[in-house]
């Protein structure tokens, strides 16, 4: 997986368990980096944190690791990655390389695109620059690389957000023409802002098309473990 969409992403420290009766094996702490993303990643959910680390704690269940949620904005994930110093994330690097691996957790993939207030017909394009001029929501902290630069450089105006929600509440009020968002969270949170989802479309063009999945860090000695489970 791979956006700020994306979003699309870690693992554990060292912890002794006592049991009533025994002394239960320690299990290593692996620290997961992640943006607060509803429904994939979110620190608002007690006990879950959302479909992505649901994924996760599944396929780690017959490992040594526990993993532990370090929940940051856009822009504080994407300078942690940039250190190097992290053993997962749910926030993608800039590109994958020997040490920094993408696992896949799901098989059907996350659709990046974009909504727009419901027109007759469908809503696609062949090349972006055909929406040039237009105003889209877009996440400010990766605005100036990827799918924003795309968008940039195809004559689209970025207005800048702090979050999808934030995007479609401006869409929602006639503020931008278009926001970005993806094919599974867009459309629960159009329902959570009270909004018909009739009333909107999502592109049947897409930026990206990413597998959920973590990223490891295999610099990192929790990371290699999850690596080899």
Not at 39 to 62: C, H, M, Q, V, W
Not at 93 to 110: F, R
Request: proline share 5%; net charge neutral; charged share 20%.
């Amino acid at each position: 997986m791979g956006h700020p969409m994306g979003y699309v992403a870690a693992f554990i420290c060292l912890g002794a368990l006592i049991a009533p009766s025994a002394l239960v094996a320690a299990k290593a702490e692996l620290k997961v980096i992640a943006i607060d993303y509803p429904p994939f990643t979110t620190e608002n959910i007690e006990g879950d944190n959302g479909i992505a680390f649901r994924l996760l704690r599944k396929a780690l269940s017959d490992s040594e690791l526990r993993v532990n949620p370090d929940i940051y904005s856009t822009a504080r994930a994407q300078k942690l990655i940039r250190t190097g110093h992290w053993c997962a994330s749910f926030y993608p690097p800039k590109e994958a390389s020997e040490q920094l691996v993408n696992i896949p957790l799901a098989v059907q993939p996350i659709k990046l695109g974009l909504y727009r207030k419901r027109q007759e017909g469908p809503f696609r394009w062949d090349d972006l620059s055909e929406l040039s001029g237009s105003q889209v929501a877009y996440l400010r902290a990766v605005a100036r690389d990827g799918i924003g630069l795309d968008m940039t450089n195809a004559g689209l105006v970025i207005f800048n957000v702090e979050s999808v929600r934030q995007g479609l509440q401006l869409l929602a009020k006639g503020r931008v023409d278009y926001a970005f968002a993806d094919n599974v969270s867009g459309a629960i949170i159009l329902n959570e802002l009270g909004l018909d989802t009739n009333d909107y479309q999502f592109s049947q063009s897409l930026f990206r098309a990413l597998p959920m999945g973590i990223w490891l860090n295999l610099s990192c000695e929790q990371a290699l473990k999850a690596h080899q489970v």
